[in-house]
């Protein structure tokens, strides 16, 4: 089973990038391939990696952020098996693609979903000084607050959500095939609610859809210059 990364991006969130590729290069379990789609952009900025292949599509034109997850996966689709959305300011537990694997080969969902953590202006400042022995030990400890089974993910119905614990449909993970039935819907009407939408659509459409209390990203950042930014950074930098 392939996995491409889709990450969408605009001119100024490229900052956050170096953030988000160094989760992605300390996962347990690589991608297959990292797809980045970037609006409002001249000239791609080069990322490399020895795990998996790194694509970057860059328009110069404004695009939303429906428009760029659709870009993304459109560049890597007919390659892999399974595309897997992640924000660019946002950042990937280190077994999220280990976990979300399994649950596809466990129990052949369309869609998998999962619980995400959010660390407030005031739990950046507070965590700092933690943040580095949390992304090179323990990231886990704090992110995964269930030991991992596959028993630990429960069907989704849109038309009733009781599932006891928040998940993050802008991380959703989907088969290819399935996507191809329904992209993200583009039309400004659903600016800012986009992914929550598709997850809707595919739930019309009849998708299995998975989801998982675990806590497999953390959330908005938020702020390039905050003191979470500037750890993470120093991180990417050390990879």
Known sequence: MRIGICIPCHAGHIGYLDCVLASIERQTVAPDVVSIAIS???QAPTYTSDKYEILITVTKEQKNAAENRNTAAAAIQDNVDILSFIDADDFCAPRRIEIIKNIF???NPDIVLHNYYEWTTEEQQKH???ILPLLDDGFDKILLTNNF???L?????FGSIHCGFNFQNAHASIKVQQFKKQKFPEEEIFHACEDSHFNYLHYKLGSKIIATPLQLSLYAINSEESAVIKALKDVANKK
């Open 105 to 107: 080969e466990t129990q």
């Open 128 to 130: 700092v000084n933690e």
């Open 40 to 42: 409002e952009c001249d």
């Open 149 to 151: 089974t596959s028993t």
């Open 153 to 157: 993910s429960v069907p989704i119905n």
